[in-house]
C-alpha cells in the first residue's frame, strides 16, 4: 500500500493563478481531510469529506474548493492565488467509525508570490 | 467549543535528559479521543498514539509515556532519556467519538530539540 499520496511536493504560484492539489489514497478509506500548516500555528483544517460524494468546510475553507466523485481522491482547488496561502498542506484519511488515527500524505508546500 | 492547548512553542534539552510535553484540552463532549503526533524535520506527520476519555490509564512504549488525567483536562507526553532523533514538533490533537466526522482539532504544536 502506498497509503495517502498527494502530488505536487512543491509548487510556485503567482498571485491570481490557480491550480489544483492531488490526494490519492489506496486504503479504502471513506473519510479524507485537507489541511493546511503555517509556521506556528499547528493544522487547520480545510475541508473535509466523509464519503464520495459528500464534502463540508471547516475551519478555514475561504479560497478553496474540494470535490469527491470516488473513494481513493480528493483535489483541493485554489481559485485566485493569494498570497495569504502561501503555506503546507497536507491531506490525510481515516476510517469510519470511532476516530482512528489519521494517515497523512507526505504534504504540498505552496508558495504564492 | 473544543480546544487544544500546548503552551510550550519551544522546548530544548541536552541529550539524555527526560522532557515533558504538556497538553491541556477543552470539550464539552463526555466521550472524546486524544492523539499525539510526531512531525521530524523532514516533514511527515506520525501518529504516535490515541487514547479514549474512558481510560485514564498511563501509557509506556519504550522511552515514551503518556499521563492523561480528565481530572485537569490534561495528556502530557514525556520521552525518557531523550535522545537527538528526537527532534520534533509535537502535536496533541483532539476528535470528537461520534464517529460522524473523526475531525482532529490540532494544538499548535512543541518544538522540541535535543542537543547532543
Known amino acids: 500500500n502506498a497509503g495517502v499520496t498527494q502530488t505536487p511536493k512543491f509548487r510556485i504560484l503567482k498571485i491570481g493563478q490557480s491550480m489544483t492539489l492531488q490526494c490519492t489514497q489506496d486504503?479504502?478509506?471513506?473519510?479524507m481531510y485537507w489541511y493546511r500548516q503555517d509556521p506556528g500555528m499547528g493544522l487547520k483544517l480545510i475541508y473535509y469529506s466523509v464519503g464520495a460524494g459528500i464534502t463540508d468546510k471547516g475551519e478555514v475553507p475561504n479560497g478553496y474548493n474540494v470535490s469527491r466523485s470516488t473513494t481513493e481522491d480528493f483535489p483541493l482547488r485554489l481559485e485566485l492565488a493569494a498570497p495569504s496561502q502561501t503555506s503546507v498542506y497536507f491531506c490525510a484519511s481515516t476510517g469510519s467509525g470511532r476516530p482512528y488515527e489519521q494517515y497523512f500524505g507526505p504534504g504540498t508546500r505552496l508558495t504564492v508570490t | 467549543a473544543q480546544k487544544v492547548t500546548q503552551a510550550q512553542t519551544e522546548i530544548s534539552v541536552v541529550e539524555k535528559e527526560d522532557v515533558t510535553l504538556d497538553c491541556v484540552y477543552e470539550?464539552?463532549?463526555?466521550?472524546?479521543?486524544l492523539f499525539w503526533y510526531k512531525q521530524p524535520p523532514s516533514g511527515e506527520l506520525v501518529f504516535l498514539i490515541r487514547r479514549n476519555s474512558f481510560d485514564e490509564q498511563n501509557e509506556i512504549s519504550g522511552r515514551y509515556s503518556w499521563n492523561f488525567q480528565k481530572s485537569t483536562s490534561s495528556f502530557n507526553f514525556t520521552i525518557t532519556a531523550s535522545q537527538v532523533v528526537d527532534s520534533a514538533v509535537y502535536f496533541c490533537?483532539?476528535?470528537?467519538?461520534?464517529?460522524?466526522?473523526?475531525?482532529?482539532?490540532f494544538g499548535t504544536g512543541t518544538l522540541l530539540a535535543v542537543q547532543p
Open positions: 490533537a483532539l476528535s470528537e467519538a461520534g464517529g460522524a466526522t473523526n475531525k482532529l482539532i
Open positions: 486504503m479504502n478509506h471513506n473519510y
Open positions: 470539550t464539552r463532549d463526555t466521550t472524546y479521543y
